[in-house]
């Protein structure tokens, strides 16, 4: 079943948003001009459009969410393949208190080739907030592979929490695995532009008093991985006793005292699953894992370079104290393989989750 919700949501992901761009949420503004997917022109003629969209742009910084929505539109009516001109009217959506346009207007600009820093940062803001972590997974992984060179803390920031708030039933997605491969390959070269820190979660503390908190956190994965070898072998076990009871060509049935004695077995063995996936609920809630945040903040519609790695100051301060995370962070490397649970209800109006 876990296999069969994996073909699923990767075939709804490439369904929906490959090619031709995402279901609309929301009717575009009716002033608005239809984009095209041509190349943006360049010359003269593209200067007024440009004018009116840095000025839609310093609308939108001082907070005026209506003429800024005006200016943006009107950059449509002279040039509208200029994909950017959807980021601010999104933006201005947003301002506006109109979550669904907004996250239409992002997705328009996303899907007629508008992929810089800003776009994917706030599309996978919005995405999260609308209840699709998984979406924002997709589109920041999207933008991160297309920087290879790039260490932006804010965006590999967004990843985590993004991957912290997916679905169980999507962590063995192949989407998300490349996520997760992503992530701690662009964290080990941040953490190597701090010498002496590291990263619990998204927080920085000293490389001692991490390395301390990820060792226990790899002893309490040691236990998980024990019990739940323990809880295979059980199945295995009940799945061979069931088979003895089943009726098969060329073999006489047991004796209804044989049968008897076959199913105390198994409810046996069934009381022993039980017992240990209630440890393994203990360990997992007793376990001290990063706490990452439900949320992270959208960025500005400009803000296209990422800010440089700040520097460890030499004044030592105290991490807070790390709290029990409410749920397992996304698989290590692998070695976590979760128990699948029943696919989340989604949000009204909500999308598909890829």
């Known amino acids: 079943m876990r296999g069969a919700a994996i073909r699923a949501a990767a075939l709804l992901m490439s369904a929906t948003y490959a090619g031709g761009g995402p279901t609309p949420l929301a009717s575009p503004p009716a002033d608005a001009a239809p984009t095209t997917n041509a190349p943006p022109p360049t010359g003269p ?3 007024p459009a440009e004018a009116l969209f840095a000025l839609g742009a310093e609308l939108l910084a001082a907070g005026e969410h209506r003429a800024a929505l005006e200016k943006f539109n009107a950059v449509l009516r002279l040039s509208p393949s200029m994909a950017r001109a959807w980021h601010g009217i999104g933006l201005a959506f947003q ?14 600009a996303y899907a ?55 679905p169980r039933h999507l962590w063995q997605a192949p989407e998300y695995a490349a996520a997760v491969r992503l992530y701690e390959q662009r964290n080990r070269r941040l953490e190597s532009k701090r010498p002496g820190e590291r990263r619990w979660g998204v927080e920085w503390m000293a490389e001692d008093q991490a390395r301390e908190l990820y ?28 088979r003895q009871v089943e009726p098969q060509v060329g073999r006489s049935r047991p004796s209804q005292r044989e049968i008897d004695a076959i199913q105390r077995d198994i ?5 022993r699953i039980r017992a240990h996936e209630d440890e393994l609920e203990r360990i997992e809630a007793q376990a001290t894992r990063p706490a990452f945040p439900r949320s992270f903040a959208m960025v500005g519609l400009n803000d296209l370079v990422p800010p440089e790695v700040t520097r460890p100051s030499s004044q030592t301060t105290e991490p807070q104290q790390p709290a029990p995370a409410q749920r397992p962070p996304w698989p290590h490397g692998g070695k976590r393989q979760p128990r699948p649970s029943a696919p989340p209800t989604t949000a009204a109006g909500a999308r598909p989750a890829w």
């Open 45 to 47: 003629a593209t200067r």
């Open 95 to 108: 301002g506006l208190g109109e979550t669904a346009r907004a996250l239409e207007a992002l997705e328009r």
């Open 215 to 242: 060792d226990e956190l790899d002893l309490w994965r040691s236990k998980a991985a024990e019990v739940e070898a323990a809880i295979a072998e059980l199945r295995d076990e009940r799945a061979r006793l069931m």
């Open 267 to 271: 409810a046996r063995i069934e009381a």
């Open 112 to 166: 007629n080739g508008c992929r810089d820093r800003a776009t994917c940062i706030n599309l996978a803001g919005l995405q999260l907030s609308a209840g699709n972590p998984a979406r924002g997974v997709v589109v920041l992984s999207g933008y991160l592979t297309a920087k290879p060179e790039a260490i932006d803390e804010p965006a590999l920031n967004a990843l985590a929490v993004c991957l912290s708030r997916t």
